[in-house]
Nanobody
Framework: QVQLVESGGGLVQAGGSLRLSCAAS????????IGWFRQAPGKEREFVAG????????SYADSVKGRFTISRDNAKNTVYLQMNSLKPEDTALYYC???????????????WGQGTQVTVSS
């Protein structure tokens, strides 16, 4: 029902910035929010940030608050994650996901993109 495609990942130095994009094919009652998650090798999937399509309400993990900014362009069905002051600890495969509630638990999200790699060197 909903297809998501992430882009914008890459290799950056610590302190640098990167902007990720998540293009959604559709948004419905069953996909009212977009969340960004990340997963590093050997680690569990971790919530990063989320946003609602309707009001633009946002939520951030404590580890990224103040450094990352999530936003959306409803006309383009696209959500962005602006990542500033990147740290090596931010290195992970970043996924965007569409869900019905703005929650930090992955199981609340029904559709997932394939992921885009973010690597931050020291």
């Amino acid at each position: 029902q909903v297809q998501l495609v992430e882009s914008g990942g890459g290799l950056v130095q610590a302190g640098g910035s990167l902007r990720l994009s998540c293009a959604a094919s559709a948004r419905t009652f069953s996909s009212t929010v977009i969340g960004w998650f990340r997963q590093a090798p050997g680690k569990e999937r971790e919530f990063v940030a989320g946003i609602t399509w309707s009001s633009g309400s946002t939520s951030y993990a404590d580890s990224v608050k103040g450094r990352f900014t999530i936003s959306r362009d409803n006309a383009k069905n696209t959500v962005y994650l602006q990542m500033n002051s990147l740290k090596p600890e931010d290195t992970a495969l970043y996924y965007c996901a569409a869900g019905r509630l703005l929650m930090t638990i992955p199981q609340y999200y029904d559709y997932w993109g394939q992921g885009t790699q973010v690597t931050v060197s020291s």
